[in-house]
Nanobody, 130 residues
Framework: EVQLMESGGGSVATGGSLRLSCVIS????????MAWYRQIPGNGCEMVSS???????DYVDSVKGRWTISRGNTKSTLYLQMSNLEPGDTAVYYC????????????????????????WGKGTQVTVSS
């Protein structure tokens, strides 16, 4: 059974930092893509950052230069270092593991049901106060 467990969310003031962690088990890490999504109230669920099997990373424009995605040495942990947080970053953040080339930039709502190719964690809340 594939399981993803996020941690590290919380409440911070504008300009603060948080590091989200995601422990992944039961998933074939070789040839896999990983990502963090967020659900902002009233908006769709967007992919804020991804880390591909080849090591390439990508970020939504609003977080570029502020956040960094990475994997642990064992590949079973995914991180998102969030710096210079803004109130607009307030959201529930979800860790996602996927077989290659199955991630999409936006889904209607998160988390959607798991499929054979894409698995979601339960989410962790990040709240940034002004």
């Amino acid at each position: 059974e594939v399981q993803l467990m996020e941690s590290g969310g919380g409440s911070v003031a504008t300009g603060g930092s948080l590091r989200l962690s995601c422990v992944i088990s039961g998933f074939p890490f070789d040839d896999s893509d990983m990502a963090w999504y967020r659900q902002i109230p009233g908006n769709g669920c967007e992919m804020v950052s991804s880390l591909s099997a080849d090591g390439s990373t990508d970020y939504v424009d609003s977080v570029k230069g502020r956040w960094t995605i990475s994997r642990g040495n064992t590949k079973s942990t995914l991180y998102l270092q969030m710096s210079n947080l803004e109130p607009g970053d307030t959201a529930v953040y979800y860790c996602v593991a996927a077989h290659r080339f199955h991630l999409v930039p936006v889904v209607p709502t998160c988390p959607p049901p798991n499929t054979h190719y894409v698995y979601w964690g339960k989410g962790t809340q990040v709240t940034v106060s002004s």
